[in-house]
C-alpha cells in the first residue's frame, strides 16, 4: 500500500484477471471492495481505503459486516439478520444508505450499491461500490461522525488499554496525551487535563482537539490556573476541590464568574465551542491531584451518567499513574542530591591532570549506585575509585554512599596494598552494610624518585580501567581482577603493577559507558576503545566530554560514571 495503490488477496483469481481487475478498480473514483460467499472482504482499491482511513491489512479477510453501522454507531448487520428481506447476495439491501466505520473509530456517511457476480472461480460474488454523502453542505469526504455510545466490551477495553499505557509508559506526559488520543474522539471532541502541582498551583497541562479524526495538541490554551477557591461551587472547582464529578453544559458559564478559574473555563468554552462537558477529579491515593475533562461540541449526543462513570474509571488510573511518577520523581531527587553531595572534589596533584564525569540515568526507575573517588594516602599516594552498587533505586545510591564512605575509612586507616583492603571490604559487607553486591576498582597512584608514575590497582569485578598513551595506542588493564563484591566467595584477590608512560591517559569508568540492550560486552569495549583512542590528543575535559558523548551507546538507560587522569609528559613537570 505504499504507492497508494489497492489492494488484493492473493486467492481472489489467477494473475492477469487480478491484474486487470486490480487497474480498473483503482481508476474508479469511488470506494469499490469485493466480496466472497462468506461476506470475506476478497479485494479494495485504493479509494476506499483513503475513505475509510484504513489499510489493506485492517480490511482483506475480515468479515464486511463489521464495517457498517447505523446512525448511532451499531452495527447494522445485528438488525438485518433478524428481519428477512429476500436479498439473492448478502446481508445487506442491493442500495441504500449507511455509516461505514473508519479506522479512528469516527462513523462516515455513505450511499452504496452491491452488484452480484456470477460465479467464475475468482471467489468474488459481489462488488460494493460506495461514496460518502454530503451532510449539512459540508466537504462529503470530511463529514465524519463520532460513534459516542460504546458498548461494554468497548468500555473494558478502553479502560485496560487505558491501564497498560499508563503502566508501561515511565513518561507520564507521553501516558497522559496517548490516554487522551484513546478517548478521541471516541468520547469527546476535546480533552483537558489540570493538574495541581506540588506547591499547590494549578496548571492546564494539556488540551487536546478531535478534528476529523485527527488529535492536536493545543498549546495556545494550556498554561497556569488561578487557585483553586475553597468556596465555589461551579463545577471546575468543585472537582479540583475533590468534591464531585459532574456533568454540565455551558449555560452554566453564561453568569457572571465567582472565580477566576470560573473565567478560565468559560473562555475555554468559547474558544473550543465546547457545549456539553464531564468533568471528574484525578485523585491519587493521599491527594486530588487535579481534574479531568472530556468536551463535545454537538447538541446531539450530551454525556450521560454512564459516560460520567466512565471517566471517573479512566481518571482514578490517571491518578494512581501520575502519584506513582511524583513518588519516582522525588526518589530520583533524593538520589541524585545524594549522589552529587558524595561525589567528591578531586585532589589537586602537581602535573597530573584530573577529572571526572557523572551522568544520571534518563528514567527515574534507573537511578543507581555509581561513583568515583580520588583522595590523598597518608603515605602520599593518591587512591583512585570506580565503582557501582549493584541495583537501581533509591537503596542502592544510600548503598554508595555506604560504601564508599568505609572504602575511604579502611584505606586511610592502614597501609596496605589494594587487594587486601578490597578484601576487608567483602568481609565487612556482610556484617556491617545494607550493600548485598558491588563491582570495585581500587587503584593507588604513586610517583617515584625519577617522578615516574606507577598504577597499583586491583579490581573487584568490575570492567578493566583503559590506558591510552599519548599517541593513540590504547589497551585494558584486565589483570589483578577478581569476583564482585558480596558474592560470599572466598576467592583470593591480587594486585597489578605498571608503569605509566608520559603524557598518558587512565580512564576508569562504569558500566553505562558500555553496556546496552541487545549489544554484547565486546562491542561496548571495543567501541569504548577506539573512541579514546581518537581523542587521545585532546585535552582532558574535553576528551571526557567527548567519550562520554561517543562512547554510550544509544539505546543505555543506566547511569554513567567516568574518572580520567593524565599523567606529566615530563618528568620535570612533577
Known sequence: MGDGSGTYSDSAGPSDRHRFLTEALDRVNAGVYAVDEGECLVAVNATALRLLARSADEMLGHDVRSLHRDARGRKAVEEADDASHGRPSGPFPRTGESWFERGDGTLLPVSWSAVPCEPDGSRIA???????????????????????????????????????????????????????????????????????????????????????????????????????????????????????????????????????????????????????????????????????????????????????????????????????????????????????????????????????????????????????????????????????????????AAGMAQLRNMLRAYTWAREQSPHRTLERMDQALEHISDVHMATLVLAHLTVGEAGRWELLWSSAGHPPPLLVHHDGIAHYLEEGSGVLLGTGMARPRADARIALPPGSTLVFYTDGLIEARGQSLDTGLRRMHQHAASLAHRPLNSFADQLMERARPSGNDDAAALLAIRVPADAADC
Open 126 to 396: 459481489e462488488l460494493v461500490f460506495f461514496q460518502a454523502v454530503e451532510q449539512d453542505g459540508g466537504n462529503p469526504e470530511r463529514t465524519v461522525f463520532p460513534r459516542r455510545t460504546l458498548s461494554e466490551t468497548e468500555r473494558l477495553a478502553l479502560l485496560a488499554d487505558t491501564t497498560a499505557h499508563l503502566i508501561n509508559n515511565v513518561d507520564v506526559e507521553k501516558s497522559l496525551l496517548r490516554v487522551v488520543e484513546l478517548m478521541l474522539p471516541r468520547l469527546a471532541d476535546w480533552a483537558i487535563i489540570d493538574l495541581i502541582t506540588e506547591g499547590d498551583e494549578v496548571f492546564r497541562s494539556l488540551v487536546v482537539q478531535a478534528d476529523q479524526g485527527r488529535t492536536t495538541v493545543r498549546e495556545d490554551l494550556q498554561g497556569p490556573m488561578p487557585p483553586v477557591p475553597e468556596t465555589s461551587s461551579m463545577p471546575l472547582s468543585k472537582a479540583l476541590r475533590g468534591a464531585a464529578s459532574t456533568l454540565v453544559d455551558r449555560e452554566i458559564y453564561a453568569g457572571p464568574p465567582d472565580t477566576g478559574i470560573a473565567v478560565e473555563q468559560r473562555r475555554l468554552f468559547e474558544a473550543t465551542g465546547i457545549n456539553t462537558a464531564a468533568i471528574a477529579p484525578v485523585r491519587g491515593p493521599r491527594e486530588v491531584l487535579g481534574a479531568l475533562t472530556l468536551g463535545r461540541t454537538g447538541s446531539q449526543h450530551p454525556f450521560t451518567r454512564d459516560d460520567l462513570a466512565l471517566l471517573e474509571d479512566i481518571a482514578r488510573r490517571v491518578g494512581l499513574a501520575l502519584e506513582n511518577a511524583r513518588h519516582h520523581q522525588r526518589q530520583r531527587q533524593v538520589a541524585e542530591t545524594m549522589q552529587r553531595y558524595l561525589l567528591p572534589q578531586l585532589p589537586r596533584l602537581s602535573g597530573v591532570e584530573m577529572t571526572a564525569r557523572y551522568l544520571p540515568a534518563p528514567d527515574v526507575s534507573h537511578v543507581g549506585g555509581d561513583w568515583y573517588d580520588a583522595f590523598p594516602l597518608p603515605n602520599g599516594d593518591t587512591a583512585l575509585v570506580i565503582g557501582d552498587v549493584v541495583g537501581h533505586d533509591l537503596d542502592a
